[in-house]
T-cell receptor
Framework: DGGITQSPKYLFRKEGQNVTLSCEQN?????MYWYRQDPGQGLRLIYY???????QKGDIAEGYSVSREKKESFPLTVTSAQKNPTAFYLC?????????????FGPGTRLTVT | GDSVTQMEGPVTLSEEAFLTINCTYT??????LFWYVQYPGEGLQLLLK?????DKGSNKGFEATYRKETTSFHLEKGSVQVSDSAVYFC????????????FGTGTSLTVIP
């Protein structure tokens, strides 16, 4: 079955540590996205990538970093510079060529930093 | 810039009641419009979509019509079930912005037996 996997589902870290969240897709999609969701709020875009080895900042990129070395993978690193990292993180992917396409979402990673 | 405004919740309905969740948008050009559903602790799932004016998206008894004259995409269902309890997000995208999505803040729906 095609889809998006995110691991782990729950992640706990101490303040001051960097942490990397995994996102893999086998849908052969060109574009991948990272969102942050806080309780009772909508989704805010962190970073997105439309092609391998290229990515752009979203609305709240500060304190985060990404890489896109393979089409299938788009890992997100939450650095110690992110002031309030505890949140639910969602990865998504979509086609991009020739039109507007729905985004497919992974199951999410809940990060807790204490 | 592009944006989506949807009605605030939470919304509580009895089983078999009629559901409407309002969604309006601001965008230049001709965006595509979407409704997503999120169950507790999970990612978002596409519920339905419409890509041009007057299109009606439908799925699992839910419907929404793309109204360009009122810039709206309201979600409706004639008879809700307990299993419809979730958070619903309205969203838009435009191909000219690289398929970047703009989401509403979500509307929480609880259906009671």
């Amino acid at each position: 079955d095609g889809g998006i996997t995110q691991s782990p589902k729950y992640l706990f870290r101490k303040e001051g540590q960097n942490v990397t969240l995994s996102c893999e897709q086998n849908l052969n999609h060109d574009a991948m996205y990272w969102y942050r969701q806080d309780p009772g709020q909508g989704l805010r875009l962190i970073y997105y990538s439309q092609i391998v080895n290229d990515f752009q900042k979203g609305d709240i990129a500060e304190g985060y970093s990404v890489s896109r070395e393979k089409k299938e993978s788009f890992p997100l690193t939450v650095t110690s510079a992110q002031k309030n990292p505890t949140a639910f993180y969602l990865c998504a992917s979509s086609r991009t060529q020739g039109g507007s396409y729905e985004q497919y979402f992974g199951p999410g990673t809940r990060l807790t930093v204490t | 810039g592009d944006s989506v405004t949807q009605m605030e919740g939470p919304v509580t309905l009895s089983e078999e009641a009629f559901l409407t969740i309002n969604c309006t948008y601001t965008a230049t050009g001709y965006p595509s419009l979407f409704w997503y559903v999120q169950y507790p602790g999970e990612g978002l799932q596409l519920l339905l979509k419409a890509t041009k004016a007057d299109d009606k998206g439908s799925n699992k008894g839910f419907e929404a019509t793309y109204r360009k004259e009122t810039t709206s995409f309201h979600l409706e269902k004639g008879s809700v079930q307990v299993s419809d309890s979730a958070v619903y997000f309205c969203a838009l995208s435009r191909w000219s912005t690289g398929n970047q999505f703009y989401f509403g803040t979500g509307t929480s729906l609880t259906v009671i037996p």
